[in-house]
């Protein structure tokens, strides 16, 4: 337990907590907290044995949370970014819909979706054109359905994501609707 708190390895989260009792906080063992004395330090193996002792839960690592330690807000917005997949949502926008800094949804987006928040909605908007695509819409329309104010920007990002023009994927799939 003392080789995985000091290595902060993640993959004993929720196999045991780590007592600090000069703080009076449990952490998970991959808290990225500064690493407390050993003389400190009692592992316990629920969280439930950790309240009992009398310590709350970390506020860095959210360990009264885990194994959820996602921000409700992160959540919301995925909602909202799927719902408003026809038009372009700003970082302002975001930032209005989540309550928080700009840069801390940057982080927790490239954290768990592996994109900036932008990127991500621009993938999302980019999977219902080729949905709209594939039932046999047309070109122009799906440019404006997803939020492309012009049809070289929408060509040129769909190009970007599947490496096909929308006319050619479109040629691809209309002999299903007719």
């Known amino acids: 337990m003392v080789k995985a708190m000091r290595a902060k390895d993640a993959s004993y989260n929720g196999r045991f907590y780590v007592g600090v009792h000069s703080t009076g906080i449990y952490c998970l063992p991959s808290c990225k907290a500064k690493s407390p004395l050993l003389k400190n330090v009692v592992f316990y193996q629920t969280r439930e044995e950790a309240i009992a002792a009398g310590l709350r839960g970390c506020r860095r690592c959210k360990s009264q949370q ?74 122009l329309s799906v440019t404006y359905a997803c939020g492309y104010e012009s049809a070289s920007g929408f060509r040129d990002a769909f190009i970007r994501e599947f490496g096909i023009t929308p006319g050619r994927y479109y040629a691809r799939h209309k002999n299903r609707f007719s």
Do not use: C
């Not at 080729?130 to 046999?136: A, I, P, T």
């Open 66 to 139: 885990y194994p959820n330690v996602l921000p409700g807000w992160l959540f919301d917005v995925l909602a909202r970014m799927r719902d408003r997949r026809d038009e372009k949502l700003s970082e302002q926008q975001l930032m209005l819909m989540t309550g928080v800094e700009i840069s801390t949804v940057r982080r927790y987006f490239k954290a768990e979706m592996g994109s900036t928040p932008l990127a991500f909605h621009r993938r999302v908007r980019l999977q219902l054109a080729r949905q709209l695509l594939e039932h046999g819409s047309d070109y």
